[in-house]
Every structure is written in structure tokens, then in C-alpha cells.
């Protein structure tokens, strides 16, 4: 793989596809309006809990969004993965469990999605599904019944490549708008504003990202508070699968970073800071990127931020979207700078990111799962 081809691979086409399936999304989620507010009003009505579910990439949505749905009607929902249910659901549900649970499935083939259904069933006193996915032939999207909405996302979002890139955001924001579907139309704005800002960042830095990743950085280390954190979380996935391994990848809060982890920085780190535009938030994040700056030698840092917080990093990559975005929509702004630092870092790696894994150990639906239920 070259640099002079990279427009061409599945990776690149599906980061940059993202801003335009977020409009088709909206309006298939408008579409819907009516049967949606109906399935969500019955079971909030009954006292249903919500929770969000998916394996890898699809469990971080829920990661997520957990704090980012607080002034929704979805405020208090759990995040809970595919594969811990599966592994032990009496952990989470029993008979007098009332679960609506929202499971995010780019294929709806894998083993811990499918299984991860059936065991909920099986424990929970009741249950009803909300199955958001991006692939129509799936097994999840076949399962019919009075207790099962499913929202089926623009083709286009069931990634070709390895790495799950607009199925991730797209789920997230699919799942944030059924959230708020009982004031939808006025979502739209914030729809367009979000891709909009997003088509400007990725054209303007592009280039600069392509370029950060020609340095020699052996770790790399994605920090973000609240939802920021859950997208930190991905960003890490991102890096570390689509280099095989070769880059090796951790994430956490701001604040949670001093607590230990810390010691994880050193001269071959790449650092990435998610700001957040909360002021109140951001203040303790410029406290812990300052120290970093004044304490330690790395290899390079970049800042993702919606204004320039003013301080100094190799990149600073600004969102550019108003503060009155509602935080379950402009968290996922985030996510493409660490999409992009992973395709290129691939490339730049001799690797060919719509297929990185040299040695197999990763797959696009994973295999081999035996269900125990």
C-alpha cells in the first residue's frame, strides 16, 4: 500500500463517507417518527430499563453515550457488553428484571450479538428490543416480533473494511436521535451542523494527520472526559487494530490518567487529547496537558478540540460546531481524527488498513465463538 493510492481503500472512503450518512440517517429516523415514539413510549411508560449493548467498537457506542444521553429521555440507560451478558447474565438481569434493551450490531452476525439476545431473554423478567444495525440480511435484523423495533441504517454504513469506522457513528447517532425522537424535527439542525463541521475538518486536516503519522511513535495514549472518554476508547481500538498490533494503545479520563497510568508516557508516546468544550470540564484537562508538557518528553500531541483551548501541540484540530450542540451528537465529531491517525498510521506501516491483520488474529465478523445457552 502507497500513499499515492490510499483514496481508493474501503478505510478511506467509509471515514469520509460519515458526515453525508449522518443526514441519510436523520431522515430515516424521521421517516420513522411514529412508530418509533410509540415502541419507546410503551416501555418507558412500564418502567422498562434501558440497556445499550455490542462487542468491541459497537460496545463503545453504549461507553459512550451512557453520560452523553443525560438530557434525554434515555438518561440513566447502562452500557453493558454483547460479551459480558453473554459470559454471565445474572450478573445484570434476573425475573424481576424489565430491560428494553438497544443493541448495536454492524452485522447483526456475530456470535456475542446473537447470543448476547438470547441470554437477556433468558434471564430477564421482560424484555423488549430496540436492534439499531447497519446490515439488512443479518440475523438480527430477521428476528421479528411485537417486542423487537429494528432500525436499519443506510447500506452504506455496513463497513467493508476490517475496521468499523461510519457503522460506529452512525449507530451513536442513530441511537442519540431515537433518544430524542419525541422533539426530532428540531434535531436536524444539529444534524447539519455536525457534519458540516466535520466535512470542513476532515478536508482541512487531512494532510496534517497524514504527516504526524510518518513519526516514529511506538504507544499511543487517547484521553477524554465524560463522553469523550467512551470516544477515546474507540479512537485507541482504531490505532492499535489497524497497525496490528504494532502501535500499542490506552485510553482514559483526564483525571483518571494521574491516578497511575500515567506512567504509561514516554519519549516514543503519542498523545491525544479530546477537549471537551464544557469550560468547567475543560479546566482540569489544560491542568493535566500542561503538566504532561512541563514534565515530559514525547514524541508528538495532538489536541481535538471545537475552539483552540491555547495550548501548544503538534496538531490542533478544531471541530468548529457551537456550544449548544447537545453532547450525545458533538461527542462523535471527535472520533475521526483518530480513524484518520490509524488508516494512515497503517499505511505509513506497510499495512493495508482495510485488511491489517498479517497474522489473522482479527477478523471483520468474528468466528469461533461457542454459545453456551
Not at 26 to 43: A, E, H, M, P
Not at 151 to 180: G, R
Not at 274 to 283: A, C, G, Q, T
Request: hydrophobic share 40%; aromatic share 8%; proline share 4%.
Amino acid at each position: 500500500m502507497t500513499m499515492t493510492d490510499f483514496k481508493e481503500l474501503h478505510t478511506y472512503r467509509e471515514i469520509r463517507q460519515q458526515p453525508g450518512v449522518w443526514r441519510k440517517a436523520y431522515d430515516i429516523i424521521l421517516s420513522r417518527k411514529g412508530d418509533i415514539r410509540q415502541f419507546v413510549d410503551k416501555y418507558l411508560a412500564q418502567g422498562f430499563e434501558i440497556v445499550m449493548t455490542g462487542a468491541g467498537t459497537s460496545a463503545y457506542i453504549g461507553d459512550a453515550l451512557e453520560p452523553a444521553l443525560f438530557d434525554t429521555r434515555f438518561r440513566g440507560a447502562r452500557a453493558i457488553a454483547t460479551t459480558d451478558i453473554l459470559t454471565a447474565p445474572e450478573f445484570y438481569f434476573n425475573k424481576e428484571s424489565k430491560v428494553l434493551l438497544i443493541s448495536f450490531a454492524r452485522s447483526g452476525n456475530s456470535p456475542e450479538s446473537v447470543g448476547a439476545v438470547k441470554a437477556a431473554e433468558a434471564t430477564a423478567g421482560q424484555i423488549a428490543h430496540i436492534f439499531i444495525t447497519c446490515n439488512a440480511d443479518g440475523q438480527l435484523a430477521a428476528r421479528k416480533g411485537d417486542n423487537i423495533l429494528c432500525v436499519l441504517l443506510p447500506p452504506e454504513t455496513n463497513d467493508l473494511s476490517l475496521a468499523m469506522t461510519s457503522s460506529y457513528s452512525t449507530m451513536l447517532l442513530a441511537c442519540s436521535m431515537i433518544a430524542n425522537i419525541d422533539k426530532i424535527e428540531s434535531q436536524k439542525d444539529y444534524i447539519w451542523a455536525l457534519a458540516g463541521s466535520v466535512e470542513a475538518a476532515m478536508e482541512k486536516y487531512e494532510a496534517e494527520i497524514e504527516k504526524l503519522t510518518r513519526r516514529d511513535f511506538k504507544r499511543a495514549i487517547f484521553l477524554g472526559s465524560g463522553p469523550l472518554q467512551g470516544v477515546a476508547e474507540e479512537c485507541r481500538l482504531k490505532l492499535q487494530e489497524l497497525t496490528d498490533g504494532a502501535v500499542m494503545c490506552a485510553f482514559d479520563s483526564f483525571l483518571g490518567f494521574r491516578h497511575g497510568p500515567k506512567a504509561l508516557v514516554n519519549p516514543e508516546s503519542l498523545l491525544v487529547y479530546l477537549v471537551s468544550p464544557i469550560e468547567r470540564i475543560r479546566r482540569y484537562e489544560l491542568d493535566l496537558i500542561h503538566q504532561i508538557q512541563a514534565n515530559n518528553n514525547v514524541k508528538a500531541s495532538v489536541v481535538v478540540c471545537t475552539k483552540d483551548p491555547g495550548v501548544s501541540s503538534d496538531l490542533t484540530v478544531e471541530l468548529g460546531f457551537g456550544d449548544d450542540m447537545p453532547a450525545c451528537y458533538g461527542c462523535v465529531a471527535y472520533v475521526f481524527a483518530g480513524q484518520m491517525l490509524g488508516m494512515f498510521k497503517s499505511i505509513n506501516s506497510g499495512l493495508c488498513p482495510d485488511t491489517p491483520s498479517v497474522s489473522g488474529n482479527i477478523s471483520r465478523v468474528v468466528e469461533g465463538v461457542t454459545l453456551y445457552i
